[in-house]
């Protein structure tokens, strides 16, 4: 069935330490997906947040003497403030500590108790408290790290709620059995082989050893486990439960809707383990997709807070424009895999792909237009060149591969093909060599045909690059004259859009760098998260 809805989602951040250009990562992914099917005239909610309960949370609070409410008030703000530097279009924010959360996670906890999902029982193991997780003694080794950070964990022993994960085990098998749902697969295999094949204990959902959680109705000395607390996010963000449930029915209940959640590979086990158990036992239908992404890497490993080798986007921004920080991200850490940031790298792009390949593009087409026909492009004619209809080829070729791929998430690929289609325009320039036919008059079709077919490309590639370029792409379409109605996704086949337009010059789009100097500059910010 064609979905005509879309429900995207971040992981919701904790707002122990500023974010940095990791939760920038997925938070772009995220936008772009939600762009692209805006633009494709789906209907599409996309949400972000954060995540303000727990241990950690409490504890840093302490540590710089603020309540925890205040203290998460405080960095949430960095957050938001980040997304509309970054022009993130997430339609909703959601804070666990706002009341419409707390209610429904009350709500969860006691649909659960009453359906006999979650006992009361008591708890004795180990406890990673950066990553509120607890762990067996097998997990954590003879050295007693966390599995998933490599930091020590702490005994813990006390009475808790738990959730029996054995009942629901056979509806995640049957879900598992579909090999989209889970993407990159191996991750699926991972959760297989690493948590449900050695035997998935029972997870414990109360904690009784700190107070900054969502408390338990039935039983006030309990708050419920943050993680049960976070993921129930995705719920009530949408009314799920309340008296007005629109959001919900529309985009969770509905069949129409297509639901994704993006996460990094270090959440995944909460995420297509435990999320998919819990949304059985309420009785509701399960995500159609759960996309891990690889991690931004730095040199000496993952970038974490608490490794202090963060990078943070701010700069990068204000420095490069946001389009760069964008595109850098979707481009150069290929959807699924782990990533290193570089500067080299960040430079490069910068200037190999935005500031040549389509920089130069524009400048050189809209210049040759201006001298040669007035600044009027030509009415578009097929064929008339030798390379005319591998061009047209390639631009239906590449819209084509460009949906195919984007809606099945491979987004690092979707946009190396529109990259190829303007590195073809490029080239393709050369080829023709619209200066010498210029001096010809019996070559004036070719000319022609020339400019409206480097128009149209241009036209083509900014509208595939729009959801990733979102301030130059106006001014790129502005350049060409079209109208907002005229820039429509419809109309991305249309050969004929740009007959008869009046070309604008455009300022500089992507300006050259100075590769020694920002390289130096980039390096500069590495480690300096403020
Ligand atoms: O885990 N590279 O929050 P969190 C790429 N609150 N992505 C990164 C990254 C990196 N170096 N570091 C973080 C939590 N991320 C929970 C989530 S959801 C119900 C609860 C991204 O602040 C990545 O998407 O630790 C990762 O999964 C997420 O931030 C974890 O953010």
């Not at 972000?48 to 727990?54: P, S, V």
Request: net charge negative; aromatic share 12%.
């Amino acid at each position: 069935m064609l979905k005509k809805r879309f429900y995207i989602t971040t992981p919701i951040y904790y707002p122990s330490g500023n974010p940095h250009i990791g939760h920038a990562y997925c938070t772009t992914l995220c936008d772009v997906f939600a762009r692209y099917k805006r633009m494709r005239h789906f209907e599409c909610y996309f949400l972000t947040g954060t995540d303000e309960h727990g241990l950690k949370i409490e504890k840093n609070a302490e540590k710089a003497g603020l309540t925890p409410q205040e203290y998460v008030d405080n960095i949430t703000n960095v957050f938001t403030k980040l997304w509309s530097a970054m022009k993130i279009s997430n339609d909703d924010f959601i804070r666990t500590t706002q009341e419409r959360h707390i209610t429904t996670v009350q709500n969860i906890f006691s649909k659960m108790l009453e359906n006999d999902d979650i006992y009361l029982g008591k708890y004795e193991g180990w406890y990673c408290t950066p990553c509120e997780s607890f762990w067996t003694e097998t997990q954590v080794g003879e050295n007693h790290l966390c599995p998933d950070c490599g930091r020590p964990v702490e005994k813990a022993t006390e009475e808790s709620y738990f959730f029996k994960t054995q009942k629901y085990l056979p509806e995640l098998l049957k879900w598992y059995d579909n090999d989209k749902v889970i993407t990159p697969i191996n991750r699926k295999n991972e959760m297989l082989n690493t948590f449900i094949k050695p035997g998935l204990d029972d997870l414990c959902v109360s904690r009784t050893s700190f107070s900054w959680g969502v408390q338990i109705r039935e039983n006030n000395k309990h708050v419920a486990y943050v993680w049960l607390d976070a993921l129930c996010n995705y719920l009530s963000a949408l009314g799920y439960g309340a008296d007005h449930d629109e959001l919900y029915q529309k985009f969770w209940k509905s069949e129409e809707s297509e639901i994704i959640h993006v996460i990094g590979a270090d959440i995944t086990r909460f995420h297509t383990i435990y999320w998919p158990e819990f949304l059985k036992a309420l009785g509701l239908r399960l995500p159609d997709r759960v996309f891990v992404h690889g991690l931004l890497m730095m040199k000496d490993g993952k970038m974490s807070k608490s490794k202090g080798n963060v990078v943070s986007p701010y700069p990068l921004i204000e420095r490069y424009g946001v389009d760069a920080i964008r595109y850098y991200l979707v481009r150069e850490v290929v959807f699924g895999q782990d990533g290193q940031f570089t500067p080299e790298q960040f430079v490069d792009r910068v200037n190999v792909d935005l500031a040549n390949n389509i920089g130069n593009l524009v400048s050189r087409t809209i210049s040759m237009i201006q001298k040669y026909f007035d600044g009027v492009v030509p009415n578009f004619e097929k064929g008339v060149n030798p390379q005319d209809k591998e061009i047209e080829d390639m631009v239906l070729e590449t819209i084509f591969q460009y949906e195919n791929k984007l809606d099945d998430l491979h987004i690092t690929e979707a946009f190396i093909d529109v990259m190829n289609l303007l590195g073809r325009a490029n080239k393709y320039i050369e080829e023709t060599a619209p200066w010498t036919l210029a001096k010809d008059e019996t070559k004036k079709k070719n000319l022609e045909s020339v400019m409206s077919h480097l128009a149209y490309v241009i036209f083509v590639g900014t509208k595939l690059l729009e959801p990733v370029l979102v301030e130059k792409s106006p001014i790129i379409f502005n350049a060409l004259g079209l109208t907002k109605e005229e820039y429509d996704y419809d109309n991305l086949k249309n050969f004929n859009v740009l007959n008869n337009h009046k070309v604008n010059k455009t300022e500089i789009l992507f300006p050259r760098l100075d590769v020694a100097k920002e390289v130096e500059y980039v390096k500069g910010l590495m480690g300096n998260n403020k």
